[in-house]
């Protein structure tokens, strides 16, 4: 882990950053300062910024899929959370695939209803997009 006590508490320590202040001095702004503070006292009690902000850890999504939960000791053996933790990923796999079927049944109905298809017959009369450029020439400037 990285140690800022040497920098940030030693008042004889030679290292000085800003010109015109000692070593002491810079500490002192340190220990007065609200938001340098802060991170000290998390570098010091070697805690989540999210626990000093709200008191409590935040429970992520991941810590409900694999039920995780921090401060929160599981009962079971390795052996059995390992097999209870590959059956819930077995369920949220399931869970994604009847997902994507419900969603590319959707997309399929969706395009199905807003596409045209159009029959056309020999001597019909139809616009022909050229986009064939001549090198050299610019077909933003050219006139026809």
């Known amino acids: 882990m990285l140690s800022t006590s040497k920098l940030l508490d030693d008042p004889h320590s030679p290292v000085s950053w800003i010109e015109g202040y000692s070593a002491e001095d810079i500490a002192t702004m340190q220990r007065e300062d609200a938001d340098i503070g802060i991170v000290r006292t998390w570098l010091e009690k070697d805690e ?82 050229d986009s064939t450029t001549k090198f050299g020439q610019s077909q933003k400037l050219s006139t026809g």
Not at 77 to 96: F, G, K, P, V
Request: positive net charge; aromatic residues 4%.
């Open 48 to 129: 989540n910024p999210t626990k000093l902000m709200l008191g409590r850890e935040v429970i992520q999504p991941v810590h409900l899929i694999t039920k995780n939960i921090p401060g929160h000791l599981s009962p079971q053996t390795a052996d059995e959370w390992i097999a209870d933790l590959s059956l819930r990923l077995a369920e949220a796999h399931a869970c994604a695939r009847q997902n994507l079927k419900q969603t590319q049944h959707r997309q399929k109905r969706d395009y199905d209803l807003r596409v045209v298809e159009h029959h056309y017959s020999e001597g019909d009369l139809v616009y022909k997009l």
